[in-house]
């Protein structure tokens, strides 16, 4: 975005330990990775967490908001009511270019909307979406939609494999990254109906499109950016977590007074992060609304805070948004 | 279905290894599970094999059948032409009632084709459905439908559950089974289009529904029959194998020199085995049909040949077809 550090909005009141997990972890990423922070919230209760740190030098400055929207509230009604949230206050300030983005670990409806009301939607964007590597194994295959569109139409496949071939070029460094169609089955005419009839689009576009993958290609390397519904997306991406989890569970067992201890721990930590990429890097980006936005999972402790903020900063500095506005642009 | 023997025809010809592998398992299958098998291709290919094996007193007998359809034919044009297809000649052995089910290892749209053609589908069923426990960590979970049907309608996701549960309370021995639909989210009103419409109809229903469940829930063992469309089921199953080989490829070298070789391989075996159940037991039936029919992986060999033939013994034994037709009238 520009050689000045990256500023970020962080909602310091939102998550199930804030503020004081959501604090030491703004505090560590500012002693290691030179963005800017602000903390919105309760400042009393900011600045109570922060004198447990020496942030003497760190550029660091408190936000005040008087109020928080809590798990259980009805987004909408919440944000209507409590216009001094500090997830609106948060996004108010990237809104007006104080911030570069904000990270909230709060209610992910209340972060959903208030992003969509004040930043708004990208031009071509029809809902927001959100996606990432779906297991640590293929770390360089994304997966768009894994979550809030379960209904889709074809053109809404199209911006998501814009949103993954930007977030494959400006985040995973590659150059012209190929694009698929999740479905049961490779041969070019397998599909369900929105498959079929996003095939014909996606042949006539820009993408570097190598046709249809099956599932087992999110983890064969193959493709860099795979596009399907979010209802297929969420259900892989539980899937993969209980999968994951099942495998540790009989390793426990089969491995038990096989290894030390703590070989045994270090195996399972393993299958545990490859298959839980969204816990070990604390949530994920909202793409497709006007600003760079972070839902971190309310149960992120101080690491998964300072993580978020490392891997938002990278998305400022890659310039990603701006990307994907010129792709949507060119659909 | 009666005290006598399960009859079983074998197309023979199909397969990989045919008819080598088919006829070992056969004879396998003879020898162990107390089945009258019927043989059907070349008689001559077939009695050069059954020579290899003393096969005296067991009730194998060959049918003749003059011709096989080869992989990468096209199904329909084939079995128009080769009338003495040994699929076509098993399956009117069960037509005409003198087997009661069919097992092939062959073209898999082939069988599929004569057997809708000629056994003809179960009443109120619009495409016949594959299903079975999608990770041997949750067997008495099973997933329909996992692969022919890509787009469906509420309707055949009812008729999914009847089969499911069918297949629940008769060969898993599960009294009163439960049902779910595979959602991106439990609560009632999460879903796509498809699930949204589906849910009131299986409120409505005789089922025991206890809603949506997630993709986790396929491993949790909270449900015992969980009903998907064909696309989300089949991308599923290939994600399952593709995680279970990448965990066995991480898993080989993190153990590695930690374990002695057997023990490694052991651990390697047991969770591919996990998380490739249809690669275990061989292949899976068709239901919805009227008949019993069973399409084996055309790579099979003889373990999994007689494995299959003893699957389909006991759904023949178990009245399976009896339990799915008077469950669909009652939709």
């Given at each position: 975005?520009?050689?000045?550090?990256a500023?970020?909005?962080i909602?310091a009141?939102?998550?199930?330990?804030?503020?004081?997990?959501?604090?030491?972890?703004?505090?560590?990423?500012?002693?290691?990775?030179?963005?800017?922070?602000m903390l919105?919230?309760?400042?009393?209760?900011i600045?109570?967490?922060?004198?447990?740190?020496?942030?003497?030098?760190?550029?660091?400055?408190v936000v005040?908001?008087?109020?928080?929207?809590?798990?259980?509230?009805?987004?909408?009604?919440?944000?209507r009511?409590?216009?001094?949230?500090s997830?609106?206050?948060?996004?108010?300030?990237?809104?007006e270019?104080?911030?570069?983005?904000?990270?909230?670990?709060?209610?992910?409806?209340a972060?959903?909307?208030s992003?969509?009301?004040?930043?708004?939607?990208?031009?071509?964007?029809?809902?927001?979406?959100?996606?990432?590597?779906?297991?640590?194994?293929?770390?360089?295959?994304?997966?768009?939609d894994?979550?809030?569109?379960a209904?889709c139409?074809?053109?809404?496949?199209?911006s998501f494999?814009?949103?993954g071939a930007?977030?494959?070029?400006k985040?995973?460094?590659?150059g012209?990254p190929?694009?698929?169609?999740?479905s049961?089955?490779a041969?070019?005419?397998?599909?369900?109906l929105?498959?079929?009839?996003?095939?014909?689009?996606f042949?006539q576009s820009?993408?570097?499109?190598?046709g249809?993958?099956?599932?087992?290609?999110?983890?064969s390397?193959k493709?860099?950016?795979?596009?399907?519904?979010?209802?297929?997306?969420?259900i892989?991406?539980?899937?993969?977590?209980?999968?994951g989890?099942?495998?540790?569970?009989?390793l426990?067992?089969?491995?038990?007074?096989?290894?030390?201890?703590e070989e045994?721990?270090a195996?399972?930590?393993?299958?545990?992060?490859?298959?839980?990429?969204?816990?070990?890097?604390g949530?994920?980006?909202?793409y497709?609304?006007?600003?760079?936005?972070?839902?971190?999972?309310?149960r992120?402790k101080?690491a998964?805070?300072?993580e978020?903020?490392?891997?938002?900063?990278?998305?400022?500095?890659?310039?990603l948004l701006?990307e994907?506005?010129?792709?949507?642009?060119?659909l």
């Open positions: 975005m520009s050689e000045s550090p500023k970020v909005a909602d009141m939102g998550g199930d330990y804030a503020p004081q997990e959501i604090v030491k972890g703004a505090v560590q990423a500012a002693e290691k990775d030179g963005v800017e922070l919105v919230g309760r400042e009393d209760a600045q109570r967490e922060l004198k447990k740190y020496d942030v003497s030098g760190l550029p660091i400055r005040n908001a008087g109020e928080v929207i809590r798990e259980g509230e009805s987004p909408v009604a919440a944000l009511q409590k216009v001094d949230a997830v609106l206050v948060a996004m108010r300030l990237v809104k270019g104080a911030a570069d983005a904000v990270v909230s670990m709060g209610h992910t409806g972060v959903m909307v992003a969509i009301g004040i930043l708004g939607k990208l031009e071509g964007i029809s809902q927001p979406t959100a996606g990432t590597a779906l297991v640590g194994l293929a770390p360089n295959t994304v997966v768009f894994l979550g809030p569109n209904d139409k074809p053109r809404d496949l199209l494999a814009v949103i930007a977030v494959a070029r985040v995973l460094h590659i012209n190929t694009v698929a169609l999740l049961n089955g041969e070019e005419g397998k599909g369900n929105l498959v079929k009839k996003a095939c014909p689009l042949k820009n993408f570097n499109f190598i249809n993958v099956e599932g087992n290609d999110i983890l390397g493709v860099n950016v795979i596009v399907c519904d979010g209802f297929t997306g969420n892989l991406l539980k899937f993969c977590e209980g999968l989890e099942s495998i540790i569970e009989r426990r067992v089969s491995l038990d007074k096989r290894l030390p201890r045994l721990d195996i399972v930590s393993d299958v545990f992060a490859l298959t839980h990429i969204a816990d070990v890097i949530g994920g980006m909202i497709g609304v006007n600003g760079v936005v972070w839902i971190g999972h309310g992120a101080a998964q805070v300072a978020s903020i490392r891997q938002i900063k990278l998305v400022v500095e890659a310039n701006e994907i506005r010129s792709g949507l642009g060119m």
